[in-house]
């Protein structure tokens, strides 16, 4: 198969394309052959910072969409010829090759007639949105802010926060205010603004914010903690909370953290099939119009390290997808 692999750590550009051996699935695993490629922060990332457990050449990427291959031992309740998305652990050789394995209980149903462009969009930004609005036990009213709100996880993360009824403050830049709105945000700052928090702390006056969900890093989740009312919830999806940002018996907010690529050593089969269950949900969403996939490019199989680099240089206002058939 052909798959673009690197032999060193680096920038995008150290990608080659090779011929590689296709592989095999083991027990619990399927062969899919990848008919779109959704790429993340995170494939750029751990190009550049590389990982102990790989074994070089490594192929790279989290997410993809295609057609199931081949079954590994104790696989019965998949079909051959299945169309799935997948995200993959980032620990294995990844999704930018004409084949990947996957473990069968990490694969998401898709529907007959969804592209597989908008179906490779689902796996990484989608499920780590639902697993961030998973932590809050909020019902419909609440107040939440949403920062880097129109990235791919960040408009991923209003949609599903405008289906629970929540009334959701976003954060963005004010080029993306409209997009956002129309996504799911009921009101929109423009992070460029220095009086921003001031903003949104005067605009949530009558109605505290009950969550802050924050795409940023650990420090910047760490200042808006103040803008929450008793009993908040702050949840960190970049990084984690190390210390409490508040005094203790204050506010008494909860923190979480979110990371999608540990289910796969850490979660059981019951949690990743609630997983695969939102994933499945939002691929009908998005059949169906109620889900915007937010693709902002699409670019051939041939060109995946410039599309790559040009989402490590951003701005990405969405999502961009790597389809292996270009035509």
């Not at 150290?14 to 011929?19: G, I, K, N, P, Q």
């Not at 462009?117 to 107040?143: M, R, Y």
């Not at 505290?208 to 420090?219: H, I, K, R, S, W």
Request: glycine residues 8%.
């Amino acid at each position: 198969m052909k798959a673009w692999v690197h032999h060193e750590t680096g920038a995008p550009d150290v990608l080659r394309l090779e011929e590689r051996p296709r592989p095999v699935p083991g027990k619990g695993e399927v062969l899919v052959r990848n008919r779109a490629i959704g790429l993340n922060p995170v494939d750029w990332k751990f190009i550049e910072w590389g990982h102990p457990s790989w074994e070089w050449p490594h192929v790279p990427g989290v997410d993809g969409a295609g057609e199931v291959e081949a079954l590994g031992e104790g696989v019965f309740h998949i079909a051959l010829g299945a169309r799935v998305a997948y995200h993959n652990d980032l620990v294995q050789p990844g999704s930018f090759a004409e084949y990947t394995v996957v473990p069968a209980r990490a694969l998401i149903p898709l529907p007959t007639s969804l592209p597989f462009a908008a179906a490779a969009t689902i796996p990484c930004p989608g499920l780590t949105a639902f697993q961030a609005v998973s932590k809050v036990p909020l019902g419909p009213g609440a107040h939440v802010l949403v920062t880097g709100a129109s990235g791919a996880v960040g408009g991923a993360l209003l949609q599903l926060a405008r289906a629970r009824g929540w009334i959701v403050h976003a954060v963005s830049s004010s080029s993306q205010a409209t997009r956002v709105l129309r996504i799911g945000a009921a009101t929109t700052t423009d992070y460029r603004s220095p009086q921003w928090r001031e903003e949104i702390r005067e605009r949530t006056r009558a109605q505290p914010l009950q969550a802050v969900f924050d795409m940023v890093n650990g420090a910047h989740a760490a200042s808006l903690a103040p803008l929450l009312t008793a009993n908040g919830h702050l949840v960190c999806i970049q990084d984690r909370q190390e210390n409490a940002p508040l005094p203790a018996f204050t506010t008494t907010i909860s923190l979480h953290e979110v990371g999608l690529n540990a289910m796969h050593s850490h979660g059981d089969d019951w949690q990743w099939a609630n997983l695969v269950a939102a994933g499945a949900s939002i691929a009908k969403d998005i059949l169906e119009g109620r889900f915007d996939a937010q693709i902002v490019e699409t670019a051939s199989f041939e060109a995946l390290p410039e599309a790559l680099t040009r989402l490590k240089a951003g701005p990405n206002p969405g999502n961009r997808v790597v389809l292996m058939d270009a035509s």
